[in-house]
Structure formats: C-alpha cells, structure tokens
C-alpha cells in the first residue's frame, strides 16, 4: 500500500522565483493538505483539495496557490519567494468519505525542503 | 479558534525511564485528537489518535487518553528506547467553524533518549 509521496525532496530557488511542488495521496484518499513547517515549528495548514477545488485556506497569501487533479494528486505552487519561504513542505491526504475513524485521519508524506537563498 | 499547548523540550532521558508530554488544547467544537512523531530529516508519523472523550490512543508502547474534563492529551511511555529519540507533536482536528478537520499542531516536543 503506497504512501503519501512528495516530489521533490530537496529544492533551492532564489528570491522572486517561483516553485511548484508535487504530493500523490495514500491510496484510496481523496483529499490532500499542504502544510508549512518553519525550523523549529509545529507545520501550518496552508489549504486543503477535495473535488479539485480549494475548500479551505490557512493565513497564506495568495502568493500560494494550488491545484488537484482528477487522479487526487496536487501540486503546490509558490510566487515571488521571500526568504521566509524556507521551509519543509508537508503533504497529507486523508479519505473523506471513511468511517468515523478514518475521515478525520490525515497521512503526511516525508516532505518537500525548499531553500529560499 | 483552535489551539494546542505542549510542554516544551528539549526532553533529556535515559532508556528504560518513564516519559510524559503534557499537552492541553483549546477546541469549539469536539475535536479529534493525535500525536505525531518526527524523525530527523523526515515527515510526520501517525503514532496514536483518539476520537472522543475518555478514549485512550495506543502505539509502540505509547499512550494518550483523551480527557475532555481537563481538556487535555498527555503522552506516555513506560520505558523508553534510544529509537524513540525524536520529536513529538500534539494536534487536533475537527469539523467546527468550517475548519474541515484541518489540523493545528502544537509546537513540538524534542525527546533524546541517552543509552
């Protein structure tokens, strides 16, 4: 049974750059956040993807987007990087439509370290 | 809104003591409740989950029982292993206000377990 997957594993991008991450759910899940974790922090919901639509937001700017596709995976994109875009990128999936036990479970990939330099 | 205090780290042990990690959160509604594990350079680990009130979560010799009275989620192990060295997230999820079981983590916990 496949995990979450994350692509890539490492990135290093330049102030004002944009970058674009990549997250295949769990098997049979259907939904996918994206977190940020800061060095140090707990991870920050950044949004959340079911029926390819965005359906909920954290406190991100815009400058963060997203997308899900018709397979369940989704990417993450991000504009106009600032340094304090250095972070690990986390991708969790969860099956909306499971048992009692299991919709509110999320599965988190390795995660995705960008660098902003 | 939501929130999770844990007990700040770092937490210094020898193997075979005993480990708790306080955590206490702060819900609208009655929310789920997790304990993460990360290792060095990796993701987030499930370790154990509880559902409602008085349920206790168990995994790997680790336990947490959910009590809505002191709304709290301590994690416990008996005797801990050079293996569990990590760091430990406390985090809850639920349905109330629209949040649509996002899930807002406490700050981590960094447990080293010295032979």
């Given amino acids: 049974d496949a995990g979450v997957t994350q692509s890539p594993t490492h990135l290093i991008k330049t102030r004002g750059q944009q970058v674009t991450l990549r997250c295949s759910p769990k098997s049979g899940h259907d939904t996918v956040s994206w977190y940020q974790q800061a060095l140090g922090q707990g991870p920050q919901f950044i949004f959340q993807y079911y029926e390819e639509e965005e359906r909920q937001r954290g406190n991100f700017p815009d400058r963060f987007s997203g997308h899900q596709f018709p397979n369940y995976s989704s990417e993450l994109n991000v504009n106009a990087l600032l340094l304090g875009d250095s972070a690990l990128y986390l991708c969790a999936s969860r099956w909306l439509a499971g048992g009692s036990g299991e919709m509110n479970t999320q599965y988190f990939g390795p995660g995705t370290r960008l660098t902003v330099l | ?115």
């Fill in chain 2, 1 to 115: 809104g939501n929130s999770v205090t844990q007990m700040e780290g770092p937490v210094t042990l020898s193997e075979e003591a005993f480990l708790t990690i306080n955590c206490t959160y702060t819900a609208t509604g009655y929310p789920s409740l997790f304990w993460y594990v990360q290792y060095p350079g990796e993701g987030l680990q499930l370790l154990l989950k509880a559902t409602k009130a008085d349920d206790k979560g168990s995994n790997k010799g680790f336990e947490a029982t959910y009590r809505k009275e002191t709304t709290s989620f301590h994690l416990e192990k008996g005797s801990v292993q050079v293996s569990d060295s990590a760091v430990y997230f406390c985090a809850l999820s639920d349905r109330s206000g629209g949040s649509n079981y996002k899930l807002t983590f406490g700050k981590g916990t960094l447990l080293t377990v010295n032979p």
